[in-house]
């Protein structure tokens, strides 16, 4: 979509104005730095879906819509976990169960792990899981972001 | 030569023709304002008495003539009486740019007087909106939001100017772009060739199809392709609330408007049909009635210009997207290449069943000699202006009488408020329809609760010495109200009887018109052709009618097509 004040909230607003659901939503700019690349990620059948890229696809600001879902794709989601060990022993699980899931430990103090982790979404959700003995203090997620595989590119 | 943002406002407003404007001034649209006087004469502004009102005059003026309507109004409470309008504007898809004065760049998110983020409030009812943030995209802005307002499916485009733009403090030499490219937005025009030869196949091979027509066909001015096209293939035509006009109402193919209160034949034929080709035409809820009833045996083909109007309510066999106009150009010429005609046999076995239901002459309506029957009055007024007025609406029994008994033969005589159903729509309409066709007959039909709702334009008309006839049927009641509590709410009549009505006859004196008031079925005739004959003065024709008529036949809610109450 065009990379303009305002651009954001007739996504956002047609979404709520016609009773879609946002499940994640992530955007920033792109190497065109006129563009802004957003992923959204929503729920419904295929007429619901249907009605939504037109919908989209109506907005003056949205250059180019995909689903995804249409492709093969990768999606990744980064997140941001700062953790409290409940004991003292536990700092070295946590640490294991950290290297597990490939994330990395990106900042400590006297009590706190915090762990940067990307992947799909539902493996974020098995590090918290995973991590549920532990005293979870804050969960920062991105958003899922995602491309298609091999040829396919959406290009303007 | 180096111009100020005003100054630019005002040749931008030239470069695009604009001849008339409606609104009302205020504090941040001063230096505009100023620009606007010293244009008199190349463009002529409409005070209107209420924001709202110089909105809905835009909209009659765009209505009635496919241009796109232009209004102004000031920041804040300006800005947001507006918007009743731009959203009747965006849901009936009117092509209309409205400016709107905002507080200087640098008080912009203070709170300041006079200060709503209008762009923020109309995002949801407008097609676009753009705020202007630099003198340097001032011309650029105007040239795309008449550009958008006007292609494609039409609509509003709303642009927010800060008042320090046009102050004159900083100037920049004036450009008017002769083109714009906006790389998100290309409408298509041309339909598929390929979905085109196939809906051609579908009308030849069906048996009892149905044209079933919206105001895409007026939009589009594709009335003549679709008589064309209709007269080709000897098929049926109903029209939507919106689509009258479209398709000439005194046809014998023309089997009268459906949905809610449509024709028990248009209903019945749609009900029945194996092929029902929506033209322009979006499958609201008015006319489908039951969605889950719908049209339970019929391939659809449905041509809009906008895909998200496609298969959102009802999947559709055969879209076709593009301009009604161009695609029933082409579709006329795939029939006429292909030289056949559909089964004769069986389109004369449906036309037979369709006359078999026109027999229940759903629309008749008795005149008796006490009590002023509101049929008789509009179908009274068709007759004396052989159906060539421009007729305004306002919203409810009124506006569906109008729509049953006043036969449009030609588009972009009937302006109503079909989507949104604005009360107060009516009045101000009629001043624009009346300011772009000075000469012609234009009405406003309207009831004694609408007419109220924007009452002050009376003075408007004053002013530019519009000879409009209002048309009241007062009834003494909000009457759809009222009727729906007769039905639904076993006849608990809350709130709909409109008590102390001012005295018409006297208040339209009172602006400096002509009030009548008529109690006798017997004076009907006379006062409406005295209203007629006068072309200098506005009319207040103040009809008592029948307190308790309802407006017949009617799907009621949740049922389908074929189950219409008659009377």
């Given at each position: 979509?065009?990379?303009?004040?305002?651009?954001?909230?007739?996504?956002?607003?047609?979404?709520?104005?016609?009773?879609?659901?946002?499940?994640?939503?992530?955007?920033?700019?792109?190497?065109?730095?006129?563009?802004?690349?957003?992923?959204?990620?929503?729920?419904?059948?295929?007429?619901?879906?249907?009605?939504?890229?037109?919908?989209?696809?109506?907005?003056?600001?949205?250059?180019?819509?995909?689903?995804?879902?249409?492709?093969?794709?990768?999606?990744?989601?980064?997140?941001?976990?700062?953790?409290?060990?409940?004991?003292?022993?536990?700092?070295?699980?946590?640490?294991?169960?950290?290297?597990?899931?490939?994330?990395?430990?990106?900042?400590?103090?006297?009590?706190?792990?915090?762990?940067?982790?990307?992947?799909?979404?539902?493996?974020?959700?098995?590090?918290?899981?995973?991590?549920?003995?532990?005293?979870?203090?804050?969960?920062?997620?991105?958003?899922?972001?995602?491309?298609?595989?091999?040829?396919?590119?959406?290009?303007? | 030569?180096?111009?100020?943002?005003?100054?630019?406002?005002?040749?931008?407003?030239?470069?695009?023709?604009?001849?008339?404007?409606?609104?009302?001034?205020g504090g941040a649209?001063?230096?505009?304002?100023?620009?606007?006087?010293?244009?008199?004469?190349?463009?002529?502004?409409?005070?209107?008495?209420?924001?709202?009102?110089?909105?809905?005059?835009?909209?009659?003026?765009?209505?009635?003539?496919?241009?796109?309507?232009?209004?102004?109004?000031t920041s804040g409470p300006g800005a947001t009486?507006?918007?009743?309008?731009?959203?009747?504007?965006?849901?009936?898809?009117?092509?209309?740019?409205?400016?709107t004065g905002q507080v200087p760049r640098a008080l912009i998110g203070n709170d300041a007087f006079q200060e709503v983020d209008i762009i923020g409030i109309?995002?949801?009812?407008?097609?676009?909106?753009?705020l202007?943030?630099?003198?340097?995209?001032?011309?650029?802005?105007?040239?795309?939001?008449?550009?958008?307002?006007?292609?494609?499916?039409?609509?509003?485009?709303?642009?927010d100017?800060p008042k320090d733009?046009?102050?004159?403090?900083?100037?920049?030499?004036?450009?008017?772009?002769?083109?714009?490219?906006?790389?998100?937005?290309?409408?298509?025009?041309?339909?598929?060739?390929?979905?085109?030869?196939?809906?051609?196949?579908?009308?030849?091979?069906?048996?009892?199809?149905?044209?079933?027509?919206?105001?895409?066909?007026?939009?589009?001015?594709?009335?003549?392709?679709?008589?064309?096209?209709?007269?080709?293939?000897?098929?049926?035509?109903?029209?939507?609330?919106?689509?009258?006009?479209?398709?000439?109402?005194?046809?014998?193919?023309?089997?009268?408007?459906?949905?809610?209160?449509?024709?028990?034949?248009?209903?019945?034929?749609?009900?029945?049909?194996?092929?029902?080709?929506?033209?322009?035409?979006?499958?609201?809820?008015?006319?489908?009635?039951?969605?889950?009833?719908?049209?339970?045996?019929?391939?659809?083909?449905?041509?809009?210009?906008?895909?998200?109007?496609?298969?959102?309510?009802?999947?559709?066999?055969?879209?076709?997207?593009?301009?009604?106009?161009?695609?029933?150009?082409?579709?006329?010429?795939?029939?006429?290449?292909?030289?056949?005609?559909?089964?004769?046999?069986?389109?004369?076995?449906?036309?037979?069943?369709?006359?078999?239901?026109?027999?229940?002459?759903?629309?008749?309506?008795?005149?008796?000699?006490?009590?002023?029957?509101?049929?008789?009055?509009?179908?009274?007024?068709?007759?004396?202006?052989?159906?060539?007025?421009?007729?305004?609406?306002?919203?409810?029994?009124?506006?569906?009488?109008?729509?049953?008994?006043?036969?449009?033969?030609?588009?972009?005589?009937?302006?109503?408020?079909?989507?949104?159903?604005?009360?107060?729509?009516?009045?101000?309409?009629?001043?624009?329809?009346?300011?772009?066709?000075?000469?012609?007959?234009?009405?406003?039909?309207?009831?004694?609760?609408?007419?109220?709702?924007?009452?002050?334009?009376?003075?408007?008309?004053?002013?530019?010495?519009?000879?409009?006839?209002?048309?009241?049927?007062?009834?003494?009641?909000?009457?759809?109200?009222?009727?729906?509590?007769?039905?639904?709410?076993?006849?608990?009549?809350?709130?709909?009887?409109?008590?102390?009505?001012?005295?018409?006859?006297?208040?339209?004196?009172?602006?400096?018109?002509?009030?009548?008031?008529?109690?006798?079925?017997?004076?009907?005739?006379?006062?409406?052709?005295?209203?007629?004959?006068?072309?200098?003065?506005?009319?207040?024709?103040?009809?008592?009618?029948?307190?308790?008529?309802?407006?017949?036949?009617?799907?009621?809610?949740?049922?389908?097509?074929?189950?219409?109450?008659?009377?």
């Amino acid at each position: 979509m065009e990379n303009e004040f305002g651009a954001l909230s007739r996504v956002v607003g047609l979404f709520s104005a016609r009773g879609y659901n946002i499940e994640s939503l992530s955007v920033a700019p792109t190497d065109d730095d006129s563009l802004s690349r957003m992923t959204l990620v929503t729920r419904g059948s295929e007429q619901v879906i249907e009605q939504i890229l037109k919908q989209l696809n109506k907005l003056i600001d949205v250059v180019k819509v995909t689903d995804l879902s249409d492709f093969k794709y990768i999606e990744r989601e980064m997140m941001l976990i700062k953790l409290e060990a409940k004991q003292v022993e536990s700092m070295s699980t946590i640490k294991q169960i950290a290297d597990v899931f490939r994330g990395k430990v990106i900042d400590l103090s006297n009590k706190t792990f915090t762990i940067e982790i990307s992947g799909k979404g539902e493996k974020l959700d098995a590090f918290i899981e995973a991590m549920s003995d532990q005293i979870i203090l804050e969960v920062v997620r991105s958003g899922c972001i995602g491309i298609a595989r091999g040829n396919v590119s959406l290009k303007v | 030569m180096e111009l100020s943002g005003a100054k630019i406002f005002v040749e931008s407003l030239k470069a695009e023709g604009v001849d008339t404007i409606f609104g009302y001034p205020g504090g941040a649209v001063l230096f505009l304002y100023d620009e606007l006087d010293k244009a008199a004469g190349e463009i002529d502004h409409i005070l209107a008495r209420h924001e709202q009102g110089a909105v809905h005059a835009a909209e009659g003026y765009a209505k009635s003539t496919n241009k796109v309507g232009v209004a102004i109004v000031t920041s804040g409470p300006g800005a947001t009486n507006a918007v009743t309008g731009i959203a009747d504007a965006f849901l009936d898809s009117v092509p209309m740019v409205v400016f709107t004065g905002q507080v200087p760049r640098a008080l912009i998110g203070n709170d300041a007087f006079q200060e709503v983020d209008i762009i923020g409030i109309t995002r949801p009812c407008v097609k676009h909106n753009f705020l202007v943030k630099d003198i340097k995209d001032l011309a650029s802005t105007i040239k795309k939001a008449f550009y958008i307002a006007g292609t494609g499916r039409p609509g509003p485009v709303l642009v927010d100017i800060p008042k320090d733009i046009t102050d004159g403090k900083e100037k920049i030499a004036f450009d008017y772009p002769d083109k714009v490219e906006i790389r998100s937005y290309n409408p298509s025009i041309k339909g598929n060739p390929k979905q085109i030869k196939l809906a051609a196949t579908a009308l030849l091979e069906s048996k009892t199809p149905i044209l079933y027509t919206g105001g895409g066909v007026v939009l589009s001015g594709g009335a003549g392709q679709l008589t064309e096209l209709a007269r080709l293939l000897n098929f049926p035509v109903t029209n939507t609330l919106m689509g009258l006009g479209g398709y000439p109402a005194t046809d014998p193919q023309f089997v009268g408007m459906l949905g809610m209160h449509g024709t028990y034949e248009a209903n019945m034929a749609m009900h029945k049909s194996d092929l029902v080709v929506a033209i322009g035409s979006r499958f609201d809820d008015r006319v489908t009635g039951n969605i889950e009833k719908f049209c339970p045996n019929a391939k659809i083909i449905h041509v809009d210009i906008d895909p998200a109007s496609i298969s959102k309510n009802v999947k559709v066999d055969i879209p076709i997207v593009g301009d009604v106009k161009q695609v029933l150009t082409d579709l006329v010429a795939e029939l006429k290449a292909r030289g056949e005609k559909p089964n004769q046999e069986a389109l004369k076995e449906w036309w037979d069943q369709i006359n078999e239901w026109r027999k229940t002459d759903c629309l008749r309506y008795e005149q008796g000699d006490d009590v002023i029957t509101a049929q008789y009055v509009i179908d009274k007024y068709w007759q004396l202006t052989n159906g060539e007025a421009y007729v305004c609406s306002d919203v409810g029994q009124h506006q569906m009488w109008a729509a049953q008994y006043y036969k449009f033969d030609e588009p972009l005589r009937w302006i109503n408020s079909g989507g949104l159903g604005t009360m107060g729509f009516g009045l101000p309409a009629a001043m624009g329809v009346q300011l772009a066709h000075p000469d012609a007959e234009v009405a406003c039909i309207t009831g004694d609760g609408s007419i109220q709702m924007c009452i002050q334009e009376l003075a408007t008309c004053t002013q530019y010495q519009l000879p409009i006839n209002i048309i009241s049927l007062n009834n003494g009641y909000l009457g759809m109200v009222r009727q729906w509590q007769e039905f639904f709410y076993q006849k608990r009549y809350s709130m709909s009887y409109m008590e102390s009505l001012p005295d018409f006859v006297k208040l339209a004196e009172a602006y400096g018109h002509v009030g009548i008031q008529i109690k006798d079925p017997a004076d009907v005739e006379g006062a409406l052709k005295q209203a007629i004959d006068d072309k200098e003065r506005l009319y207040f024709l103040d009809f008592l009618t029948n307190p308790e008529e309802n407006v017949y036949p009617m799907i009621p809610a949740g049922a389908g097509q074929n189950e219409m109450i008659l009377v």
